[in-house]
Antibody
Framework: QVRLDTSGGGVVQPGKSLRLSCAGS????????MHWVRQAPGKGLEWVAA????????YYGDSVKGRFTISRDNSKDTLYLHMNSLRPEDTAVYYC?????????????????WGQGTLVTVSS | DIVMTQAPLSLPVIPGEPASISCRSS???????????LNWYLQKPGQSPQLLIY???NRASGVPDRFSGSGSGIDFTLRISRVEAEDVGVYYC?????????FGGGTKVEIK
């Protein structure tokens, strides 16, 4: 059974940094591209970033480009999101998600399993 | 960026009755492969999103056959043949043709 355990959320001041983690189990983590998607309180879904199964390619949404970095450690079956220069508008639940097809690309390949999410609150 | 527009925003439904949700993209999602890179998700209250339909019309594993997806190019529809109480939540369409991946604004389905 696929499991994605997300952690690292909390309350942080504007301008500060935070690192989220997503530990995968129940599947061969190193074979699947991964995504981060966020949801501001009471709002819809916003795609944040994605990384190829081997870490070779990374893509970012415009609102986080240059501030957030997606990475993965396949030896630890873990996905990360390093968030710098946080803003109040980054306040959201952050979900990690694996794609459906192994060795598939970052586009085309639908995110099919999602973690439980972790809440990040940016506030002074 | 590809803009995804869903309608309606809210959909009151009667159990046992059919329901449909529309999704329109600002550019064609039809790939040269012949597939439409359009997915549907359901986010039940208090839960993470779950994949219902991928590549426009393929049901994800474990999804009941009362759910179906159709459409091509820029116009897509999610249909529920007979709504059940467990189907309440917010439905999102998402394009996966290119980054940034983008979602529709969501359609809230609730029991009338």
């Amino acid at each position: 059974q696929v499991r994605l355990d997300t952690s690292g959320g909390g309350v942080v001041q504007p301008g500060k940094s935070l690192r989220l983690s997503c530990a995968g189990s129940g599947f061969t983590f190193k074979n699947y591209a991964m995504h981060w998607v966020r949801q501001a309180p009471g709002k819809g879904l916003e795609w944040v970033a994605a990384v190829a199964f081997d870490g070779s390619n990374k893509y970012y949404g415009d609102s986080v480009k240059g501030r957030f970095t997606i990475s993965r450690d396949n030896s630890k079956d873990t996905l990360y999101l390093h968030m710098n220069s946080l803003r109040p508008e980054d306040t959201a639940v952050y979900y990690c998600a694996k794609v459906m097809f192994a060795f598939g690309g970052l586009t085309v390949n639908p995110p099919d399993s999602w973690g439980q999410g972790t809440l990040v609150t940016v506030s002074s | 960026d590809i803009v995804m527009t869903q309608a309606p925003l809210s959909l009151p439904v009667i159990p046992g009755e059919p329901a449909s949700i529309s999704c329109r993209s600002s550019q064609s999602l039809l790939h040269s492969s012949g597939d439409n890179y359009l997915n549907w998700y359901l986010q039940k209250p208090g839960q993470s999103p779950q994949l219902l339909i991928y590549l426009g019309s393929n049901r994800a594993s474990g999804v009941p056959d009362r759910f179906s997806g159709s459409g091509s190019g820029i116009d897509f529809t999610l249909r529920i043949s007979r709504v059940e109480a467990e189907d309440v939540g917010v439905y999102y369409c998402m394009q996966a043709l290119q980054t940034p991946l983008t979602f529709g604004g969501g359609t809230k389905v609730e029991i009338k």
